[in-house]
Nanobody, 122 residues
């Protein structure tokens, strides 16, 4: 069974940093592109960062580009999201998921972790 556990969230002031982790079980992360998503209250879930397999190409949405860095450690079946220069608008629940290639489409749409809450105060 697919299982995802996100951690590392917290409450910080604007300009602060957090490092999120996502550990997967039930499948080999190294075989898939992995993405971080976030969902703010009253808003739809949105993809913010994605990392490929192989040569580890990364992609970021404009709102986090230059501030967030996604990385992966396939040996640990873990993906990270380093978040620097946090802004109040980054406040959301953050989730990770395997996605189909360079898309935001989840490989396992029925399996989401509990997420990790990031709260940024001004």
């Amino acid at each position: 069974e697919v299982h995802l556990v996100e951690s590392g969230g917290g409450s910080v002031q604007a300009g602060g940093s957090l490092r999120l982790s996502c550990v997967a079980s039930g499948y080999t992360m190294g075989s898939y592109y992995i993405a971080w998503f976030r969902q703010a209250p009253g808003k739809e879930r949105e993809g913010v960062a994605r990392i490929s397999t192989g040569i580890l190409r990364t992609y970021y949405v404009d709102s986090v580009k230059g501030r967030f860095t996604i990385s992966r450690d396939n040996a640990k079946n873990t993906v990270y999201l380093q978040m620097n220069g946090l802004k109040p608008e980054d406040t959301a629940m953050y989730y990770c998921a395997a996605v189909w290639g360079a898309t935001w489409s989840p490989v396992y749409p029925n399996y989401w972790g509990q997420g990790t809450q990031v709260t940024v105060s001004s």
